[in-house]
């Protein structure tokens, strides 16, 4: 029933159907008996069935192009404005916190000046935030109706209604017409020695707030990011001596040099060849919880015995955070800057552990619980690696709850991955390093099996990796190309896989 066609009734002679269209009188519907008649008289005809096949392949063109291209564009695009708004408060924390230094230097009669430049800021910040806030709606808009557009179109090409599918219209063309592309420039404060005299318009400057939009164009049959898929048999790369007493941890961001640390005090920097570039020693004299190189390419590192995060900056080391009543355990940079850490208290007799996020040595979030006061991540093992994705997903690789927990960038839980079955995985799931890659996918190393997990940002199984002669996994990280490098602790070796195409 799906394959026959319902033609439309004819009518003029309503005991038949219209199978052919007239090209010269508008495409209208006729039956045979129509064709016959003098009305119809030398004109040309088209087959209903012919003109239905062309608009059903228009519409599965249209369908590929809305949920393949034009879609996910307006979806990074309102990605992006997202970000944008997250990251207000922090851009003008740091604007008010550069004003209040230079305040501290000054007479107690200028602070009535602080607060009125203060104020300008905060109503700056409002318009800021209304403009953010006014695209994001528009993209909003329009993103709902591609999907009221899609669920449409869908509808029509499941049906085999002629009337219906013929009266199809693409709105490709309007869609693919993007709104242009809007960017905000925060305000900045621009400092001023101190003069009695002049003390108002020597304080300091804010500039007006500065709007700029870019033409933002879609190339329509065009991938919108680059995808690269899995290979189907991954390849190891080079294999990399560190000499580390159970190696733990590894982290780079080119590939040219990994630094990497175990369970002695000294972290080390090292070429892709094995050769010794550089030596950190741990102030504590113990080994360092975990690792992570920042944007800059600085070192950072976490101590237990000092409850600290320490900084290496052109060779000297700095404390960045001080804990209390709570331990560092492992770490990460995130896109944006920001640092998350994992820690567990200092009450062994109730251990628990959370992850707070720091922007430089200020905490901005702390995710501990669900939305039912549950503990999101188990008590019973200091042994969880953490990572961010593309999404802004933190993702935590929990040993001791034997899974992978992942929650939203507003704390609520996402998911949790508990393993994927396989006859030749005998060992019960036991995640110990955690990484993600430019695809969003999560890579976590499950130790006692001697394998790589790869799941997609949902949280779905895709596969393993399990050829590379793994041994005992445990710290891992990919680098700006992708590159996936593995810690094996009994060894103390790093491997350098490539997993992609």
Known sequence: RRSTLIYPKCGTHTHKNCEFQCKDCSNIFVCSSCMASEQHGRHRFVEVAEVFKTKKDDIKKDTKELENHISPTYEDIARDLENQLANLDGGYEKITTTMSKQGEQWHREIDIIINKMKTEISEIKVKHRDILQKHLDEIKQIQSLIKQTLQA?????????????????????????????????????????????KLYSLFGQITPLSTATEENVLSLNQPTTSVRELLNEPELVATIQTEHEKLRSVTSLNGDKIWTSGETNDIKCINIKGSLLQTIQNKSGKFPGDIAVDSDGDLLYTSGPTRTVNKVKNGQTEELIRLHGWKPGYLCVTSTGDLLVTMFSDDYT???????????????????????????????????????????????????????????????????YTGHPSVTKNKPFKPWGITTDSQSRILTADSGNHCIHILDRNGQFLRYIDNCDLNYPTGLCVDNNDNLFVCEPRKGNVKKIKYLK
């Open 153 to 197: 179109i869908r509808k029509i090409e499941k049906s085999t209604e002629v009337y219906s599918t013929m009266e199809y219209s693409s709105k490709i063309r309007e869609f693919s017409k993007l709104p242009p592309k809007i960017q905000v420039s925060l305000p900045t404060f621009i400092p001023k020695p101190i003069d009695r005299e």
């Open 350 to 416: 109730q251990m628990q552990s959370k992850v707070a996020r720091y922007l430089g040595s200020t905490e901005k979030q702390t995710i501990q619980f669900d939305d039912e006061s549950k503990p999101l991540y188990s008590g019973n093992s200091k042994i969880k690696y953490i990572t961010e994705n593309r999404n802004h997903d933190v993702c935590v690789a929990d040993y001791g709850a034997g899974e992978v927990v992942v929650v939203n960038q507003d704390r609520k839980l996402r998911w949790r």
